[in-house]
DNA sequence: TATGAATGAGCGTTCATTCAT
DNA sequence: GATGAATGAACGCTCATTCAT
């Protein structure tokens, strides 16, 4: 998008690339307080522009659906990539969790675009399962593989407790208590140290 | 339908209550199937009864939602109530965590029951919210009480977890996951207990 | 229709009936002023209705079209039968041009019903060709083998030459002229008699 | 595109005129394939240009409707004045009648030049019908002046009813079926020979 | 001048709710 | 009380037409 900007050849796109980013934004704010329910003549509204508008740009609902959530979910999977670097699987597991709170109690349509993956039929709903699923997946095997966590809840299942949390809450500013919680499901998916060893770890803090 | 007319005078009632017994299942039925969409004319057509007569109980669409998933939340508050005269109350606990994830995962309408009191802001879901609450804090404050319980978790963190965990769900036969999820977020609750008692209850069992 | 009326046991049927009414009648005179274009919702506030009623009798267009046009082709189907048991083919086939020659110049909907059984490719259309091209067969053969008519047009040419005749009329009382050309389309159609037969005919006149 | 604007100096109308002919052709394939019905977006995709072009040439889709049927219709008149030279006025009404149903058979646009010269209440319906009509008018009249055509049906019933015969088609190839079909009308409206004539005729060919 | 993005009235259809029977 | 026909606001979507580039 920001490179576009220099190929400046094609000119006469100015203001429809300002309305495409006017209807992505007014389609995920109402998707969000709709869940995903809103009409798109209320999009088309909030965005300020008429109705055959928003369906020149986006043809189907569907469509305008993939366009708002697709790059929600594909920040989430940049990031596991990112995280698939580190030395320590589990620490990187961790920060993917955290991570994945932050951003989706930070950004905008990230909640919908949860709930859709979770709940949706769609083409973007698979999409987006199948993407956290494989980002989950990347951090997920190398943690089991190095003994530390248990074996027997799935990449899918951490993915999908993860996701509940951040989309089961009332409340508003809730980005510190699901990181605690988090944070809780992961200590009981450690495997337990054998209490010889914690004996030790204990007498050297001591 | 002529011979009721006979028939009425002498049980004015019964027939009455059985409609509307007859349109709350019809209703738990279509909206479990639609996700909460389906229409009236489709929930009286299941009860086998005209949508004059679903109007007459249910004045307004919220009130047959309203009259649908309270009984579903009752249910749970009850298996509450019963838990909490358990002794062990981290056993109660997690025994109403079992409890809820068997109930949500077996019964009919109890998942939308729970998507309406965790995303709705009518009355129905303000009263689901408000009972699930109470419900989850009378076993999570003999819990905390006996020390064995992190006190930074609050009930309501646990119950939108455990909401989270069963709503967020797409597969189908989920009962089992989802109770093997909640030992491990209650694992992770607990609090760890000193080494040297962990050994000493290793040896024994050793 | 006229029979159910002594069959009353079915009573709060009347406004529904009348409604019913009213559509068809409103449909035939807006189909026939648009060539079948017509909105359903000009359809519903000619017949004073509102556009839910409307959808309630008629589920599709194509059901209103059907109900609108099928009886009017019914009443050629019976015109032809009748006419079939005339001694005299070829005058019984003329009466039946001109009987429909009349009835479409005369009935509201027919006009309408003929264009969409020769445009149309819906269940409709193809029921009303399909009965007239049998009406006009059931006239047509006896016809043929009495040797009086040329076997080389065969009886649907006959069909859509009458019907286009009926069709393709830019003036309003067209039914004597139409008569008129159907008359000599039927002349030409006539084998010619051998002329001494011709002659002898004349004679006798004479 | 670009290029173009360097060249636009030189030969500012060529372009201009090939679009117009673009546009028309376009226009005559959308119209037929949909009954009239095609979309303006849809004529100017198919001739290579913008909507915007489509409204320089014909402001209204009412003017392009225009400019499509004129050129048809004008081609049927032009047929009617070669034949207005022909020295036997019978045989030139029939050349007539069979060079209309071989051009609309075959031409593009014909069918629904002609379906809107019955039809229509617009401009170009009554050009249309005003043209024919003296069309058939040059060549009816010396026909029935020769004495050999029932003057009892006027030039446009004769036209109408080819019109007809052309409109009321639901098979694909019928030029052959619908010429013998004007034939047969042609026979009759010629005016019965007396029958010693046809005697002598006769006598002559045995 | 050519382009195609923007507009919005209008159509087909659904469905919560009302009301006559 | 029960029934289901009637209503009409509102939605999804199309497309003729306008206008900025």
């Not at 934004?25 to 998707?31: D, H, I, N, R, T």
């Not at 003994?147 to 809730?174: K, N």
């Amino acid at each position: 998008m920001e490179r576009e900007l220099t190929t400046a050849i094609r000119r006469p796109r100015a203001d429809s690339l300002r309305n495409r980013e006017k209807l992505l934004a007014a389609a995920a704010a109402v998707f969000r307080e709709t869940g995903g329910q809103g009409t798109l003549e209320a999009v088309a509204r909030t965005a300020g522009v008429g109705i055959g508008t928003l369906y020149r740009h986006f043809p189907t609902r569907e469509a305008l659906f993939e366009a708002v959530y697709r790059r929600e979910i594909d920040q989430l999977d940049d990031l596991s990539r990112e995280l698939a670097e580190d030395d320590d699987p589990v620490a990187a597991l961790r920060r993917f969790l955290h991570g994945m709170v932050g951003m989706v109690a930070t950004k905008k349509g990230m909640v919908a675009a949860l709930a859709i993956a979770i709940d949706g039929s769609c083409d973007i709903a698979v999409y987006s399962f199948t993407t956290l699923s494989a980002a989950m997946q990347r951090l997920h095997e190398p943690a089991v593989a190095s003994g530390r966590l248990r074996p027997d809840v799935s990449a899918d299942d951490i993915l999908q407790t993860v996701i509940g949390m951040c989309l089961a809450r009332r409340e508003d500013r809730w980005e510190g208590a699901v990181t605690r919680l988090a944070d809780v499901f992961l200590d009981g998916l450690l495997v337990p140290e054998a209490p010889a060893m914690a004996l030790r770890r204990e007498s050297a803090r001591g």
